[in-house]
């Protein structure tokens, strides 16, 4: 009895300190169950290299990784679909369009240094583009607080566009046609500049900055040792000469700088440079990650974006509830009628066993998704089978007219290799859906593993203890309260 009670104590314990853990750690929710988006990208063949690899695959992987967490996603998952695909998950995510566009820019940056000979051209291109920005910041600006769009000389628009071979589609607004004209400049501006002798390579770090005059933020850089020796190279050779230094990112200008002649004998020193584009606060943090997290490998594609509603995870949730509350109910009722008293005790050492189990997720931490409750379920119904194997036992042994406690300890242990055998197979299943699995079915494999763990020790210590400390009560030991009367043979007592 004394052996009894410390288990008792032992498990009684156990339960307090999984209620306490449930209570500080809540469950985490996978994208299924609470909302959110997800991104299938394609990475594209490019240059060289026709088809892709997993090499290949995993570097990609490891620059979108980067831009993910400086966009400071929490919780996203990204994993390897196939050869040539990657799948986001972005819980609590219902706008996946910004994550898209951050994700699938190659962001080559390049310094470059303007040619000799295109001071006229750079100076018409750079007034247009000057002026376009102007307008176009104002257009969105006041399109943002409601108010009218400010006025704009259509026939001016319209031969800039035209000189520049712009091609608007039919009912494009004026934003649209201004978006067009401003990134056919920025295009235009490029071939001006000699070929890059710095790049984004040679960056450490980049940030952003407010601007001290003006609402607009800038973004800044710092480049390694050999980046600050190029780039006052490179500024030394333009300084004072009327030469632009132009900032280049995927093959658009989007910063033009002047170099001083006090900047002639050495060039600009200490290896800091900032891009001075004007961009609102949304734009230099897209740009910063982006620099931070590198230059893609090979160019992605953005082939499915699917987004899963707030409301629709909550369903998943409460139907999920139900249906596995439903099934414990009628579980508990079969188990009660057929087993009379085993039949309460394991009902009670399976809510232990769920109790169990939940902290374990929260513990671990386990992120529930629908195929995890499945899994979850699924236990549950194993841990019943256990039970169901030792009290068959125990009939036997009562029907064999053995005494009720020798039929009880019989019924344990003639089980038991039954139980271990089915519950090691199953694991083994788990282990080989968890190692060559992917995404979900981990998370069925992880949970339904857990669970025939958990069941191995509620059927054998949870269940074996409480039926033994109601046998220490007289009124409870019958042989009746464990099978019809019927059955009994006459010397059972």
Known sequence: MARQQGWFALILALAIAAGAVL???PLQLGLDLRGGSQLTLQVLPAGAIKQVKGEQLEAVK????????????????LQSVGDDQLVLQLPNEQDPSRVAKVLGKPALLEFRAQKAGTEEEMTGLLKLKRQAEAVLNQSRAQQTVGDQQPEFKTEELAKALDQ???????GSSEIQQLEQLLDEVKQRIVPLYEPAELTGKDLTSAGRQQQQTGSGWDVTLAFN???GRKFAELTQGIAGTGRLLGIVLDGRSISEASVGPEFKPAGITGGAASITGNFSAEEARDLEVQLRGGSLPLPVKVIEQRTIGATLGAENVQRSLSA???GLALVAVFMVVMYRLPGFVAVVALALYALFNLALYALIPVTLTLPGIAGFILSIGIAVDANVLIFERVKEELRRGNTLIRSIDAGFSLAFSSILDGHVTGLISCAALFALGTGLVKGFALTLGIGLVLSLFTALSCTRTLLRLLMG???LRRPTFFLPSAQLPGSAS
């Open 225 to 227: 040792t050999d980046g």
């Open 164 to 170: 520049l071979g712009v091609k608007v589609p039919p």
């Open 324 to 326: 596995g509350l439903f």
């Open 62 to 77: 490891d620059v979108l990784d980067r831009r993910i967490n400086g966009l400071g996603v929490a919780e996203s998952t």
């Open 473 to 475: 009560y007289s009124g």
């Open 23 to 25: 209570v500080n750690s």
